[in-house]
């Protein structure tokens, strides 16, 4: 990681308070441009706006999605900001550079009784089974992010209450509750499985790996994946919390609240599951409607 690239870490970490997730892929995205402009004896700090105009198409000919394509003109972005702050140019040539248009794709999302078939395929013979169980029901309860549950501590679990002290994007913290199935095998998994994962004295995390240690944001969606594969239901982890807040919403809660379950800043991200409760409407009205 060349110098400029680890002063422009530190001021997304420390000035723009931004996520470690989130500093490690602008990083990746700025390391990337200094490679390209290497071929032609430059660097981002002497960069033109038709150099960055060439690199974005150089991206893009690689087939990538709209969504990665806004990510990497995000990162872009910020770095001259970033220039800018520490007088490191007097200009920002990415200025005229706009963010591509996204497409507003419905999030895929299980219905009851294929969560219900997913979560029962686990095999909770085994501790590590039995902390998959408590592990999907808790994220599928409370809406979580992998990231979310797999830096989990004690100190932000309050059982008896049946709440969570959840710390999402930015380190935004928000109260979430979960209920009494994700309880009981919460409950089950501390006292019968996870005793038997902790190898290396005590540890503060909830979700502990085979080593012993935090299960990371990998080994979940590792488990997840052979889950899957044998419960035949196609879906991804994050499908949990897709699925999590569009039942809220079809069982009567109002838009403000899931907006808080979920930890969003902006309400117009929650609004897409009111798209997939239509679609819903749609698809029931379509079908029981006589009138065809």
Known sequence: MSILVRRF??????TRRRSVLTADVYI????????????YGKTPLDATGEDLLTYLVNRSQSGLQRTTMARIV???HSFYRFCLSEKLRSDDPSVQIRTPQQDRNLPDV?????????LESIDITTPNGLRDRALFELIYSCGLRISEAAGLTFQQLYLEEKLLRVLGKRRKERLVPFGEEAHSWMMRYLTEARPLLEKHGKSDFVFLNQEGRGISRKGIWKRFSQIRAKSGVKAKVHTFRHSFAT??????????????????????????????????????????????
């Open 9 to 14: 870490q530190a001021y997304l970490l420390s």
């Open 74 to 76: 995000a990162s872009l």
């Open 247 to 292: 039942h809220l919403l079809a069982g009567g809660a109002d838009l403000r609240t899931v907006q808080e379950l979920l930890g969003h800043t902006d309400i117009a991200t929650t609004q897409i599951y009111t798209h997939i409760d239509e679609a819903s409407l749609g698809m029931y009205h379509k079908e029981y409607f006589p009138r065809k």
């Open 110 to 118: 299980l219905d009851t009784e294929s969560i219900e078939h997913v």
């Open 28 to 39: 990746r995205e700025i390391e990337m441009l200094e490679n390209f402009l290497s071929r």
